[in-house]
């Protein structure tokens, strides 16, 4: 990264950009044992207990959206950022940075949806830190978030897919897209046939099903920022397998595939916020997709995918019509500010 080059919008993409950025400043800077394993949440061993440690700040445009706000989205990405290391999701806290001028009705609003999702998920929100700046400093309002979970030993191997092995089934719990579309029409006032609400949910049940035996989940990732695109790049970087994925067996919705070709989008790198890919054992991936389909966030779970030994390194896509084509990491940023 040239040092004369200025932090651009792509930087935030959660893609190849701000892959560079975190590698090539936070990384060498920050760089420790508990760090380098860059996952969503960094898992900390205490005399007693093991915990994952995570955080993460949303400055979504707008605020409130089909099927959610800003703070529910704020307590949903950490509790997943949590659940989908394995750890059993427990503490969290807020910090808002608020610009003056935001109607005390629609931080109320924000306030009692965080509220009630905490609830939902089974957490506390046990510390918190408020900022107001003048008008025009910050865009309305944005929340940081931090998390803590408790993470039972057998579930150690989670977050860094290092059980991963050639047979290894890849499965998605449900349609993807259905956030950054949501956030494309409130955007833009679209007037859309179906409307497509943000799929904006906790999943700390999901995962608690899915995990009733450990060994058969090799990896979890919530997939969000870059979407399941940069997650399948990542997970097979600079490994001795590969991944191969069938486009026909990736669930999204009608309505999602008309607006992404209407603005030249692919949905594979588009925002999720209450979606996630896993990896399982190859003797378990009926059971585990029957265990998804048993629960509300689940129900369009599919097998998209496996991992293989053919092209070590690589992520390739079979098309509906037949080709085959590499899958990359995010390069840019389709919609900023979705999360």
């Known amino acids: 990264m040239n040092r004369n080059e200025v932090i651009l919008i792509g930087h935030g993409s959660g893609g190849r950009l701000t892959r560079e950025l975190i ?5 060498k800077k920050f760089d420790n044992p508990l760090l380098s394993g860059l996952h969503d949440a960094s898992i900390i061993e205490t005399d007693s207990e093991k915990i994952a440690f995570t955080t993460d700040s949303y400055v979504i445009d707008p605020i409130f959206f089909p099927g959610g706000n800003i703070g529910k989205l704020a307590i949903s990405g950490t509790v997943n950022d949590l ?5 059993i999701p427990k503490y969290i806290s807020c910090g808002f940075i608020i610009e003056e001028g935001l109607p005390i009705s629609d931080l109320e609003n924000i306030v009692t949806s965080m509220a009630s999702e905490a609830e ?4 506390f929100i046990v510390a918190g830190d408020t900022k107001v700046v003048k008008r025009g400093q910050c865009d309305k309002i944005f929340i940081n978030t931090s998390g803590i979970g408790i ?3 057998d579930r150690l191997h989670i977050s860094s897919g290092k059980t991963i092995q050639p047979g290894d089934k890849i ?5 993807l897209g259905d956030h950054a579309i949501a956030i494309l ?3 833009e006032n679209l007037t859309l046939d179906e409307e497509i609400q943000s799929d904006t949910a906790p999943l700390n049940k999901l995962t608690e099903a899915v995990l009733v035996h450990p060994s058969d989940l090799r990896f979890m990732r919530d997939i969000t920022r870059g979407g399941l695109a940069t997650i399948l ?9 590969g991944i191969d994925v069938d486009e026909k067996n990736i669930p999204i919705r009608q309505s999602v595939k008309s607006i992404c070709e209407l603005y030249g989008f692919d949905p594979l790198y588009l925002a999720n ?3 996630m890919m896993l990896i399982v054992r190859q003797e378990s991936e009926n059971i585990i997709l029957q265990r998804l389909k048993t629960e509300k966030h689940g129900v369009d779970a599919t097998i998209i995918g496996e991992i293989t030994i053919s092209h070590p390194g690589k992520a390739i896509l079979k098309s509906v019509i037949g080709g085959r084509r590499i899958i990359e990491m995010l390069s840019g940023e389709m919609l900023p500010r979705i999360c």
Do not use: H
Request: proline fraction near 3%; include cysteine; hydrophobic fraction near 35%.
């Open 120 to 123: 939902r998920a089974g957490v």
């Open 83 to 87: 659940c989908v290391s394995g750890s």
């Open 273 to 275: 916020e209450g979606k």
């Open 171 to 175: 499965l998605v719990s449900g349609t």
């Open 233 to 241: 790049t990542e997970v097979c970087e600079n490994k001795d397998f």
């Open 151 to 153: 993470i039972p030993s």
């Open 23 to 27: 590698d090539e400043i936070f990384v």
């Open 185 to 187: 029409a409130a955007r």
